[in-house]
């Protein structure tokens, strides 16, 4: 399911955390020390490490990913965040392409009907706010940075030659013949294989070579 379960308990914080990462150097692993370095020393920051994974900004062990460094990039920061909250909350965005615009309240009620009971109420209402929070940081009035695929272009067959009328060369000999109701053989060879006897008897040769000539003329 394409939607973030993770969430902050401190939504007001969001662009400090952000903030935060694109002044510091990025780590090998993205751990509890290395927020704490940040200035993040509570327990309810902790939570921002999850966020993260969910946003694609690193993976499952800490690491940064990709969009991680592109992020630092900050001419581009909040439009690669939108492109991370479209893939981690991508069932709310099937349901509204400016589900980004939701309120706290809008993002609840959708996100209800998703979790399908999965999910108490109280959980449900931080995931919304935590959604809101980081879209009014992101940058969503650009387009996507995913880049599209490439379609190889179809392989054209060559354009068959126009055949004009009256051109013998236009129509084979084999189906003018056919076409005029007649079938008309020209050209019969006929290969004939002798197998000689093995004999060093000229008379034999002879004899032979001289029935050919009789017989086929």
């Given at each position: 399911?394409?939607?973030?379960?993770?969430?902050?308990?401190?939504?007001?914080?969001?662009?400090?955390?952000?903030?935060?990462?694109?002044?510091?150097?990025?780590?090998?692993?993205?751990?509890?020390?290395?927020?704490?370095?940040?200035?993040?020393?509570?327990?309810?920051?902790?939570?921002?490490?999850?966020?993260?994974?969910?946003?694609?900004?690193?993976?499952?062990?800490?690491?940064?990913?990709?969009?991680?460094?592109?992020?630092?990039?900050?001419?581009?920061?909040?439009?690669?965040?939108?492109?991370?909250?479209?893939?981690?909350?991508?069932?709310?965005?099937?349901?509204?392409?400016?589900?980004?615009?939701?309120?706290?309240?809008?993002?609840?009620?959708?996100?209800?009907?998703?979790?399908?009971?999965?999910?108490?109420?109280?959980v449900i209402s931080?995931?919304?706010?935590?959604?809101?929070?980081?879209?009014?940081?992101?940058?969503?009035?650009?387009?996507?940075?995913?880049?599209?695929?490439?379609?190889?272009?179809?392989?054209?067959?060559?354009?068959?030659?126009?055949?004009?009328?009256?051109?013998?060369?236009?129509?084979?000999?084999?189906?003018?013949?056919?076409?005029?109701?007649?079938?008309?053989?020209?050209?019969?060879?006929?290969?004939?294989?002798?197998?000689?006897?093995?004999?060093?008897?000229?008379?034999?040769?002879?004899?032979?070579?001289?029935s050919l000539r009789?017989?086929?003329?």
């Open positions: 399911m394409g939607l973030a379960e993770s969430y902050t308990l401190k939504p007001n914080a969001i662009p400090a955390y952000f903030d935060a990462i694109l002044d510091a150097q990025p780590p090998e692993r993205f751990s509890l020390k290395f927020l704490e370095n940040l200035g993040f020393t509570s327990t309810n920051d902790r939570l921002f490490i999850g966020m993260l994974k969910d946003l694609g900004f690193l993976n499952r062990d800490g690491a940064p990913q990709q969009r991680y460094f592109e992020f630092l990039d900050r001419s581009q920061s909040k439009r690669l965040l939108a492109d991370g909250i479209r893939e981690g909350y991508s069932d709310l965005f099937s349901i509204n392409t400016k589900a980004n615009t939701y309120s706290v309240e809008e993002a609840k009620n959708k996100l209800r009907t998703l979790f399908a009971g999965k999910k108490t109420d109280l931080n995931i919304a706010k935590t959604f809101k929070a980081l879209c009014d940081y992101a940058d969503f009035t650009s387009a996507t940075a995913t880049p599209k695929k490439s379609e190889k272009p179809a392989k054209q067959e060559p354009a068959e030659q126009p055949q004009e009328l009256g051109s013998e060369k236009s129509i084979p000999q084999e189906s003018q013949q056919i076409a005029a109701g007649k079938i008309r053989v020209s050209g019969l060879q006929y290969h004939i294989n002798i197998v000689l006897p093995e004999t060093r008897d000229q008379a034999v040769f002879d004899a032979i070579f001289k009789d017989h086929l003329g």
